[in-house]
């Protein structure tokens, strides 16, 4: 009924050194991994920035900007510049990527055991927790 496979799989062959595909070690992937979701919650805390810009948040963007730095061997990260003028509604749902973002951010940074960015991404996550509750009246 199925044709059979007639090719190895890439998953179960073995390269030799220097073969035609690139090999990385976990820490690696988890480095690039844990600098995507630095550099995304960088961004939107840039947006943030925009809208609301506050001492905290231009702290917060200088030590994302230096974890990504970090992560990325010395290459800094692209910046955002948003100039539109945003509405309420559009700063929480910002603060919730914000949230989110930062919540992955901690799952890849205690997975790889960098405490720097674990601490940096669970300030973010009460941060932006923080600014997504209603006031009480």
């Given amino acids: 009924m199925y044709e059979p496979i007639r090719t190895?799989?890439?998953?179960?062959?073995?390269?030799?050194?220097?073969?035609?595909?690139p090999h990385r070690s976990r820490e690696?992937?988890?480095?690039?991994?844990?600098?995507?979701?630095l550099a995304a919650l960088l961004a939107v805390t840039d947006e943030l920035r925009a809208v609301a810009?506050?001492?905290?948040?231009?702290?917060?963007?200088?030590?994302l900007a230096a974890q990504v730095a970090r992560l990325r061997g010395g290459h800094a990260?692209?910046?955002?510049?948003?100039a539109d003028a945003l509405h309420e509604p559009h700063v929480i749902a910002l603060h919730q990527r914000a949230h989110a973002l930062a919540g992955r951010a901690l799952v890849v940074a205690a997975s790889r055991a960098d405490t720097a960015a674990a601490i940096l991404a669970a300030r973010r996550m009460e941060f932006h927790a923080d600014a997504t509750e209603p006031v009480a009246a």
Avoid: N
């Fill in 8 to 21: 190895k799989s890439v998953h179960t062959t073995v390269a030799a050194p220097g073969g035609d595909f």
């Fill in 28 to 37: 690696e992937e988890l480095d690039i991994q844990l600098a995507g979701h």
């Fill in 53 to 63: 810009g506050t001492p905290e948040l231009d702290t917060a963007a200088a030590e």
């Fill in 77 to 82: 990260p692209a910046r955002s510049t948003v």
